[in-house]
């Protein structure tokens, strides 16, 4: 028995209901798929009015609430014991991908983790396609809750944090927290492939806002463990130790301003530019709250 929970926001996706529904049914499942849409416009929402059978079951939130209300709204929800949760900006690129799921060892999660596909044709979307191809589907260290199975009773137990109401880091705060309680993350190959790309200023506005919510976690909220897990913040920490971060005082505005420049007229630079970008921008923030 099988509950399959997906986030949606302003990204129509048929296709990945389609798909999940398909290979439910071939797997002779009790199943059920919950959507919410979390405040989406009205003409990318509207289609989900469509998927009216006995398999799909709808919630409409009024307002956007952020992906940690979304979540633990649809584990609450959900009727089945088993909970597999899907971003709703997802491919399903496996055939086997609810069987693959089904018959792996069962850790107390099990995470399938993402890909990117093929390089885009038009420039405004290659940082973070590059950024994807290159860091992102390759990062296992960490957990990703785009794509993974867990029981309903373990998740009531550990949540997502619905203090987080920004863009960033909920999901890493979720693992770090399960293996607070002592639950074992498993990463298998059963990968979804991630669809929605943002524009080269899109995403170096999400970089900040998570970058934010970052900060804010660490030195606000007293997440100290996050500090030495993302590895950004664990770099920052290594550098404050050594002495070094009192140089990134010396215009820092005007060189974030310049890694930004750089990053949007060519967004084929390297990454280590996008690296030194958020490194400064995360020492601004972090910096901001000692006043």
């Given amino acids: 028995m099988l509950s399959i929970c997906i986030p ?27 959507i919410a849409d979390d405040g989406s416009e009205n003409n ?18 009024e307002h956007n609430h952020g992906r940690s209300f979304t979540r633990n709204f649809l584990a609450e929800k959900a009727m089945f014991p088993t909970l597999l949760f899907s971003d709703g900006d997802a491919e399903i690129i496996s055939d086997d991908f609810i069987k693959i ?9 099990v995470a399938g983790g993402r890909i990117y596909g093929a ?37 009531k137990t550990v949540k997502f944090d619905e203090n987080i109401k920004t863009y960033g880091y909920e999901d890493v705060l979720f693992g770090l927290e399960a293996q607070k309680q002592g639950f074992k993350i498993q990463q298998i190959n059963n990968p979804v492939k ?27 909220q007293g997440e100290f463990k996050l ?18 971060t009192p140089f990134f005082n010396i215009g ?10 750089a990053l949007l007229k060519n967004p084929e630079s390297p990454l280590w530019i996008l690296a030194l970008y958020k490194l400064y921008r995360f020492h601004a923030l972090a910096e901001s709250y000692k006043e």
């Fill in 119 to 155: 390089k885009p044709t038009s420039k405004d979307y290659l940082l973070h396609w590059r950024y994807g191809t290159q860091i992102e589907q390759n990062a296992n260290a960490q957990f990703q809750s785009n794509n993974f199975i867990i029981k309903k009773d373990l998740f």
């Fill in 227 to 244: 500090a030495t897990e993302v590895r950004l913040s664990a770099k920052y920490c290594w550098l404050k130790n050594r002495g070094v």
């Fill in 252 to 261: 820092t505005h005007l060189i974030l301003a310049n890694l930004r420049k």
């Fill in 44 to 61: 990318k929402k509207r289609y989900l009015s469509d998927l009216n059978n006995q398999y799909f079951r709808i919630f409409l939130l």
């Fill in 8 to 34: 949606h926001y302003n990204f129509p996706n048929p296709q990945l209901f389609a798909s999940l529904l398909a290979q439910c049914q071939s797997a002779g499942l009790a199943f059920e798929i919950l």
């Fill in 194 to 220: 991630h669809l929605q790309l943002k524009t080269n200023q899109q995403f170096l506005d999400d970089t900040d806002e998570a970058l934010q919510t970052l900060a804010k976690l660490i030195y606000n």
């Fill in 101 to 109: 799921y089904l018959t792996a060892k069962q850790a107390d999660i």
